[in-house]
């Protein structure tokens, strides 16, 4: 009789004593992930001005911001910003791992410094920037200026500011994306290697027609994280622009910022980062239909 | 038999964690004795120095209080404060500027201190009208007037002094570019080849150093020029704000014509908000002439090695009239010690309070009649500015006060950008930064 009670007593047991183990990173998820994207949706339909009632509006916020310039705008220089600096770490951070895959001398000193702009915090490479971009006293502008250049205002030209932000992105991320490039590197048979060798491939051909395919699923995995990861891009751009010179760096994270913790306009915030999740939701659909249909290369 | 004992008392310690955790949240400034420690919140941490001595001459009257400040950087002070006075929470006294309070009193969040003044017998007419008229609402007064901002001319006299020329003390300026000042400005831009504006072969796409600094600051720049072309920008507290009327709009052109026109001042793309470095142009010396808040006198000191020269700011077609921001400090609705929050808030209206501050030259005190020591400080200190306090005392407006600004202002400003980068015509600028002020 009191055997099998006690048998589920304890499995009960098991299981809270199970929960409790995971508690703390649960109520992490929970409260700082789940709890926030729901509020955000919520959010999204209320009028906010924080210290004000919110006040249900349905969807005007909506409205407000398919009509709205400033986001039309800081949604193409949202896209430009990713056309820079994905291609720009995808290619950098594959000529990396090509370059330390190589047993030279050194290799893992270089790999381990590649490595440490990502490691290092987004807010105190944005300061060391720009510092380095500072028109007059910048160590770029300095070198120039040594060779005969007069250099110009990086980051308070409107036209540069962009290019100039995006670049310390890719300086940021390629050596991260270099250890997902180099991993796959090191599953390509040597013996591919050796047969097109003997076929007479050169190995600027073997590279393209032998290595390249084979790397697809690693190219899926840092495309897709890097365009993810771009279109979120904040932490730097905020320490070194502000998103200006007037707006030319006003990627739309920064707006998001600019109008929660500026204007303190909570509801359309909330609205504006509804809007980039279905975005990035869109761009991640269609980058994975096109890699499912062509990356069927698994080697085992 | 032990395993399940153990379970239990794991779990027994978290919840126990998870309550300590959530006492040890509750935050109180009072203990048993009756000792009571008050926040104060401020931004400014060359005034901490300057308050630290007036936070114990405060102890020493009140010797149960004691005033711990907080010292947030400007960028961050209004997000964390917004955000923790929605929740009922943050500093018990802080500062507060002219264009957070409409929305702060209109949010519940500040306590109205007019009994407490009273009964300390603190008048508020002998303060700077502007001050205490900016921190009043619908009949109560909610700020205790601290200090006085008062917008200047600071130049850059190394640079004057090398182009053989001086700064008059009655500076005139005028729409169709007329005037002292601009003939000035003009003396002191320098093209890449050495000639300077008011030379022939003169070449405004190459000057090195600047006359002056036209950007996009409407406290320090465009209320400026509107207000002495006789442009009334907000007739009254919380009534409509214009952009467009003729003499505001020439204001707002005047300062476009010294970037474009007259070729005098840096244009946007160096100087716009948020991003710009217009002060630090001036600072490396760039820049001959700059109008400031005198706040920025101690700051600009600091940064600069060549000698600093106040004048008064030019006067316009209808004389001189400068703008007044002026701080107060304030008392949150959600502190538990409001007694103690009013002891401490009168005692910093007062005479002595104000006067240590002033003495300090920290700041011009926005007590009438105070400003004696401010001006002995910094003439100690080799610099005149017997101009800001002539100025303060002359004609003078303030920033707007209108609901809602603190969510308008940032668009405003972005919209006025277009100004000092010739986007689009100074009238179009206008028209939306006035949709901008007052649409609902």
Known sequence: ?300 | MSAPLRRRTFLIGCAGTVLATGAACDRAGGSSDGKVELVYRLWDEQQQVGYTKVFESFTAENPDITVRMELLPYGEYWTKLTTELAARQGPDVFWLTVDAFPDLVGGGVLAPLDEELKAAGIDLASYHPNVVECYSHEGKQYGVPKDLGVVGLLYNADLVEKSGVSVAEDLTWATDGSGSFLDLARALTVDKQGRRADESGFDPKAIEQWGFCSWNHGQTQWMNWAASNGGVVQAEPYGPVSYTSPEVLAGLTFGHDLVFTHHVSPDGTRTNPPSGQATEMFYRGEVAMYPANNALLPYALDEVTFPIGVAAMPAGPQGRTVVINGLAEVVSAATSHPEQAAALVTFLASEKAQRLMGDAGYVIPALEGAGDGYAAYWKAEGVDVQPFLDSAAGATINMPIAAGWTGRLPEIERAANDLYLDARPPADVAAQMEQLANDA
């Open chain 1, 1 to 300: 009789m009191s055997r099998p009670r006690r048998e589920r007593a304890s499995g009960w047991g098991n299981t809270a004593f199970g929960m409790a183990l995971i508690a703390p990173s649960l109520i992490g998820v929970v409260a700082f992930l789940l709890a926030p994207v729901v509020l955000v949706l919520g959010l999204s339909l209320f009028d906010w001005r924080l210290l004000a009632r919110p006040e249900f509006i349905g969807l005007a916020n909506y409205q407000d911001a398919f009509g709205d310039p400033t986001v039309g705008h800081s949604l193409l220089v949202t896209v430009l910003y990713v056309v820079i600096s994905v291609p720009g770490t995808t290619v950098l951070s594959l000529l990396f791992a090509l370059l330390v895959n190589r047993q030279l001398p050194g290799m893992h000193l270089a790999r381990a410094l590649l490595i440490i702009p990502w490691m290092a915090t987004p807010v105190a490479l944005g300061l060391v920037w720009s510092w380095i971009f500072d028109p007059a006293r910048g160590s770029i502008n300095v070198a120039l200026d040594l060779i005969g250049i007069d250099g110009p205002a990086w980051l308070s030209d409107p036209r540069l500011a962009l290019p100039s932000v995006a670049a310390v992105h890719i300086w940021q991320f390629a050596g991260y994306n270099m250890l997902f490039f180099l991993a796959g590197l090191q599953n390509v048979p040597l013996s591919l290697r050796e047969a097109s060798a003997l076929d007479g491939a050169s190995s600027v051909r073997h590279f393209f027609s032998i290595t390249l395919p084979l790397l697809r699923p690693t190219m899926l995995f840092v495309l897709i994280t890097n365009v993810i990861g771009s279109f979120q891009a904040f932490d730097t751009i905020f320490v070194m622009t502000e998103g200006g010179p007037g707006n030319s760096t006003e990627v739309i994270t920064y707006l998001i910022y600019h109008k929660a913790f500026r204007s303190f306009d909570f509801g359309y915030a909330a609205t504006l980062s509804v809007i980039l999740f279905v975005i990035i939701l869109l761009v991640t659909l269609v980058q994975f239909s096109y890699f499912e249909r062509r990356a069927n290369y698994e080697m085992h």
